[in-house]
Structures are given as structure tokens and as C-alpha cells.
């Protein structure tokens, strides 16, 4: 090819014209109109011009020379109709050169910019005619109307990105998306983006829209919503990916506020009801407790002590298969979490209708459980009772009491004997600290780790277990059918006689096998117990509300709810249910553990090794009961049980990661 020639080359998907300055084989060496020089390969030029006039120019005459040829293609090209070309040639099946199209178009005589300026025309609308080889063949009719209706979507679908940017960008800036179709649209999009990212459904869409607005970072859709007031800075995004249900509906609401504000209706079980309204009963419970569903008592005999257990009746007031029914089961479980809480019942109930409150008469189902004074079941009475609470108690208050009145120091005593019992049986106590996170309306976060094992705390915790046993015996012992916790051994043998040291206590918790639920009574290993179940809090726990329909109905010879086929039909809904809850809590408890410790980077804490990894170490911070792991640094070994120094480097709780290096 000789130097002295002008082409035309595609680049950003515009036509440029370029001057020829040197052949190179594969490539041209040129020097385009934007005053460029390229190496352009053959394969990118779509249409060559021989022009010797280049040759001796200067090289701003040069390129002002390539931009005049340009603009004049440019001009000829905006008077070519191709669609009547087309119409004329659509029955030419073979194709034509170039320069043959164009003579259809400008007649005989062809000139270059001619041949060129219809180049451009067909490089840039493609609906009529396509190239194939050196030839250019008109598209049939069919095709025609394809192409046509395939633009008008893209184009219709490029306005909508424009328009989604523009939308996006004003709420960036913190402005209001007006219009209430896209703000609509927009905020399904980002919150499926944010909640579910490249697996949730209108991710394709959603990147095409943050693309053209220029957002590119995986936060976007997050930040965003929060600058339109749809999240809070600590949204749980979790909540939406394992969609776990947050809100009553308002028929449940309506059908909890009715049932709470009735009258006393008539009780199917008032005939076999005890009348324990005055028998002295007391709630312990946290500070922040508002839903109480166990009550205690205590009574003097001549043989030693008569223990009341009594756990608020929600059987009876709670059909199975009702509205009310159906929420409790969908949720299966109330949620606790740092910051908030997601009740299993309406408040309207938990925290009130089927709450003891102190001085209120309330259904309950009572255990009344005859005890030697070494703890010994001489024998027990399980029936419906009412009940009136006499007085709320703390766990702080029970304790500062223990020393100072002897029915706390009773109480206690029996739930020491209590438990020893338990342990003699092969039970294992493997009480973990508990983490309580606290936030301030700032956004603060506090962390503190109680002990559980205080008197009062052992004193609430016996009775339950107590109740939940005999309520599990009393159905295991007349085959009734029914769902049990159970716990297989160990699957290696347990730390023994190394005191509760956290190292331990971790160790051995990750030995125990999982507690299940089963339909048939087998042994719960860890309690020491041969048969168990959970009753005691049927405000919280839906399993407790079958076991206690169960129970009532066998106590009162009335027909049983429930088949040992519907209960496992149950324990298909209750089960995901169940397992939701647990992810649910611990990830939240991490994430405000993460936030934490985000407000102090840099800062030293203390921590505990737990393994010893090739290529790292699992520890455990302390302070904050968070696992955690640290890169192995150079030179330095450790050993599980050693506690070191480590320095908090990074922690993002949206994105779950925590950092740490040896400080």
C-alpha cells in the first residue's frame, strides 16, 4: 500500500480519518484528524482513499486537511437515505461493493468522499444491509423489522438507565427521587442488591444502573438507601436474606388486641383447675424483662419442701391452626437481639394477657413438686392452675437476698442438690459467660459479659429444667405422643478436672454432640437427664406451647391436638424456624461486637489462644467472648491457653471482617 493515502478507522465507535505517514507490514503507522499518531492495524480500517496532496503539508495543514474530509463525509452521509437504497436493491441476493451502492445513490460518477460518507451511513445504522465479505447484502424484510424493534428496546432501555442514573445521583446528593414509580422501583432494586448482591434477583439490572451513574463500589446500594432513609446505618440485612418475619400483620394484631381486651372468656378447663391464687408466687427475671412466662413458689412440709413451678397458660388460649397460631409457628421462637426485639406473640399477649404480672390472676400450668431437704423428688402434682404473681424479682435482687432471708438460701440449696443430682447421672455443667451488648442512641456500643452462674441464676435455671423433666417423664411414662430434646455422648472424650478456664470450656462445648429433636424419648446427655422436652416458656418458645397442649389434655382427659404423624409434620415448619432464630441471634451479637470494636481501631485487647494453625492462630478475645483469627507472625510461636496482646487493625461488621495483629 502507498504511503500517500487517506483512511477511515473505527475507535469509541466513531469513524476518524487518518493520513497514511508509513507501511509496516500488519500495521500503519499514521497520523490522525484528533492530531495522533497510531500504529493502526489493517484490520481496523473500513475504507482507504489514495491522496498524495499529504505529502508535502505541514503537519497542522495535515491534520487540519484530515478534518475538513471528515466534516464533508460527514455532511454527504446525513443526506443518504438508506432505507430507499434498500427498498431498491432488496431483491439484489448476491450484495454489492461499496462503490456499486453508492452509484444507486449519487449516480455514475462516484466520488470518494461519496463511496465513503454511505461507508459511514452503513457502519452506523445496521437495520438495512450487512457486510459479508466485500460485499454488502440488504437485509430481507423480516430481518428489517427484527432489527428495528431489537433498537427500539435497546434504546428504550438505554433511556432507562439514563433516567435511573439521574435519579440515583440526585438521591446521592440528598435530594428526593419525585417520582414515585422509580423511587419505588429503585429502592426494590438496591435493597435486593444490598441484601442478596451479585445473587439477588435485579442485580443484572441494578449494575446497569449504578454503572451509568458511575457508582462502582459493592457498598453503593447499601449507602444508598441510606442517604434515602430506607436503611439505618445498622440495618440487619440479614433479617431480609433469611427472611425471617418482622412485622405482625394487622388481622394478627387485631385478633391479639381483641383477645386481650375480652373478658374473661369461659375456661374449657375450669374443672380441673387448682386455685393457687394464694399461694405466694414470684417471678425472677432480668431488669429488662417484659414477657413472664415462669413463676416460683415455696412451701415448708412436714417431709421437707414443696417446690411450685408455674409456667403461664397460652394452650388454652391459643388454638392450634388460628391466626395467632400460624404467626407463632412461622416464627417459632421469639428474637432477642443487642437491639431489639422481635416477639414470637403480639406484645398485646406476651407482654401482657399471657404475662405474669405481679397481682394479676393468670392461667397457668403448675408443677408442684414435693422435695426431701437433700433435693430428692419424693413425688409431684402437674395440673392447670390460676395463679396470682405476689412479687417481681430481679436476679440481682434474689442474690443480694441470699445471705439475708432464708427462703432464697432454701431455694438455692435445693437447686445445688438439684443439680449435683443431675451431674450424678453423667450431666455436664458447661456455662459459658453471656455477652450483653448495649447501644446508645448514638450509636455507642457497650459491651458486657455476665455471669450466669449466680445463685439466682442456678435457682431459675434448676426449677425449669425440673419442670421440663417431669413434664417429658409424664408423657414419655403414658406413650402420649410428643417432641423431645435429646443429646447423643460426646464424640470424644470431655476435658476432666481442669477447672472452668475459658480454653476448656471451649474445647469441650465444640465436643458435645447436637441437641436434636426427636419424637421418640431418648436420654439428653448433657443435662444428666433420661427423658426431657421444653414447656417452661411458651410465651417465647412455640415448642413449648405443643408439649403444654399435650400435656393439659392428657391431664384432662380430653382428645390429644396433636398425632405422633402431625408432630413430625410440625417438626418440618418448626425446625428452619428454629435454626433461622440461632444463625440470626449470633450473627447479630458478632456484627454489634464488630461495630465495637470499629469505634476502637488501634486499641490493644487481650487474647486467648485457642488453635495453633500452620499458617495462623484462632483466638478468642475475652473481653468480648469473639473468636477471631491472626495471620502467624514471624518468629513467634504460641500454644493454646497462652494469652497474648493483639492490636484491632480492621473491622467492618456490614461486611463481617475483623483483623488483628500481634501487638
Not at 565 to 589: C, F, G, H, Q, Y
Request: glycine share 4%.
Amino acid at each position: 500500500m502507498a504511503n500517500s493515502q487517506v483512511v477511515e478507522f473505527f475507535e469509541d465507535r466513531k469513524i476518524y480519518c487518518a493520513f497514511v505517514g508509513d507501511d509496516r507490514g500488519d500495521r500503519l503507522h499514521v497520523i490522525t484528524e484528533q492530531n495522533r499518531e497510531l500504529n493502526l492495524p489493517r484490520k481496523r480500517l473500513i475504507h482507504v482513499t489514495p491522496w498524495t496532496g499529504g505529502v508535502n503539508l505541514s503537519r497542522l495543514e495535515l491534520v487540519e486537511h484530515l478534518k475538513a474530509i471528515g466534516q464533508r463525509r460527514e455532511s454527504l452521509k446525513r443526506e443518504i437515505n438508506l432505507q430507499e437504497i434498500w427498498e431498491l436493491l432488496v431483491n439484489e441476493a448476491e450484495g454489492l461493493p461499496l462503490t456499486e451502492l453508492a452509484r444507486s445513490w449519487f449516480g455514475a460518477a462516484v466520488t470518494a468522499d461519496q463511496s465513503a460518507a454511505l461507508g459511514r451511513a452503513l457502519f452506523e445504522d445496521r437495520f438495512y444491509f450487512k457486510f459479508k465479505g466485500s460485499l454488502w447484502q440488504p437485509h430481507p424484510p423480516e430481518v428489517v423489522e427484527l432489527l428495528k424493534e431489537q433498537y427500539q428496546r435497546e434504546l428504550a432501555r438505554r433511556q432507562e438507565r439514563q433516567a435511573a442514573a439521574a435519579w440515583l445521583q440526585a438521591a446521592w446528593e440528598g435530594q428526593e427521587i419525585a417520582d414515585p414509580h422509580w423511587r419505588q422501583k429503585l429502592v426494590a432494586i438496591l435493597r435486593d442488591m444490598a441484601v442478596f448482591g451479585t445473587a439477588g434477583q435485579h442485580y443484572e439490572v441494578g449494575k446497569e444502573y449504578l454503572e451509568e451513574a458511575k457508582f462502582t463500589k459493592p457498598d453503593a446500594p447499601f449507602k444508598l438507601l441510606l442517604k434515602m432513609g430506607v436503611f439505618s446505618p445498622d440495618e440487619n440485612l440479614d433479617l431480609y436474606r433469611y427472611e425471617a418475619p418482622q412485622e405482625f400483620s394487622p388481622e394478627v394484631q387485631e385478633t391479639a388486641l381483641r383477645l386481650s381486651a375480652a373478658p374473661r372468656r369461659e375456661d374449657p378447663l375450669a374443672p380441673f383447675r387448682l386455685d393457687l391464687t394464694e399461694l405466694v408466687t414470684f417471678t425472677i427475671d432480668g431488669e429488662r424483662t417484659r414477657d413472664f412466662d415462669d413463676a416460683l413458689s415455696l412451701e415448708q412440709t412436714a417431709e421437707g419442701w414443696r417446690l411450685g413451678i408455674h409456667i403461664t397458660d397460652v394452650a388454652t388460649h391459643l388454638q392450634p391452626g388460628d391466626l395467632l397460631d400460624q404467626a407463632a409457628l412461622e416464627r417459632g421462637t421469639s428474637l432477642y437481639l443487642p437491639e431489639r426485639r422481635i416477639p414470637m406473640l403480639p406484645e398485646t399477649l406476651s407482654e401482657n394477657a399471657f404475662s405474669l404480672l405481679a397481682q394479676e390472676p393468670r392461667l397457668a400450668v403448675s408443677f408442684l413438686v414435693n422435695l426431701s431437704p437433700e433435693g430428692e423428688i419424693m413425688d409431684y402434682q402437674i395440673a392447670p392452675s390460676l395463679i396470682r404473681v405476689h412479687q417481681r424479682l430481679t436476679y440481682y435482687e434474689v442474690d443480694l437476698g441470699i445471705r439475708q432471708e432464708e427462703r432464697w438460701a432454701t431455694l438455692h440449696r435445693l437447686a445445688t442438690h438439684l443439680r449435683e443430682r443431675r451431674l450424678r447421672h453423667g450431666g455436664v455443667h458447661l456455662q459459658f459467660p453471656e455477652v450483653m451488648i448495649y447501644i446508645d442512641p448514638h450509636g455507642e456500643v457497650r459491651v458486657e459479659i455476665e455471669d450466669t452462674e449466680t445463685p439466682s441464676h442456678e435457682i431459675v435455671s434448676e426449677a425449669m429444667i425440673l419442670a421440663n423433666f417431669l413434664g417429658a417423664s409424664f408423657l414419655a411414662a403414658h406413650a402420649l405422643p410428643a417432641l423431645y430434646r435429646t443429646q447423643a455422648p460426646p464424640r470424644e472424650d470431655l476435658a476432666v478436672g481442669e477447672g472452668r478456664s475459658l480454653l476448656h470450656l471451649w474445647q469441650n462445648r465444640r465436643r458435645l454432640s447436637r441437641v436434636l429433636l426427636e419424637a421418640e424419648p431418648q436420654p439428653h446427655w448433657g443435662l444428666g437427664l433420661p427423658v426431657y422436652t421444653t414447656l417452661s416458656s411458651p410465651i417465647r418458645r412455640y415448642l413449648d406451647i405443643v408439649i403444654q397442649r399435650q400435656l393439659l389434655a392428657a391431664l384432662c382427659k380430653q382428645p390429644l391436638p396433636y398425632s405422633r404423624e402431625s408432630l413430625e409434620d410440625l417438626l418440618n415448619v418448626l425446625e428452619p424456624a428454629l435454626r433461622r432464630a440461632a444463625i440470626l441471634k449470633t450473627k447479630r451479637i458478632r456484627y454489634w461486637l464488630l461495630k465495637y470494636l470499629s469505634q476502637r481501631l488501634g486499641q490493644k485487647m487481650a487474647a486467648l489462644v485457642l488453635e495453633q494453625h500452620p499458617n495462623r492462630y484462632r483466638l478468642l478475645l475475652p473481653d468480648l467472648l469473639l473468636e477471631t483469627e491472626m495471620p502467624a507472625p514471624s518468629g513467634r510461636q504460641f500454644h493454646p491457653g497462652e494469652t497474648i496482646m493483639v492490636r484491632i487493625d480492621r473491622a467492618i461488621p456490614q461486611e463481617d471482617i475483623l483483623r488483628v495483629s500481634l501487638a
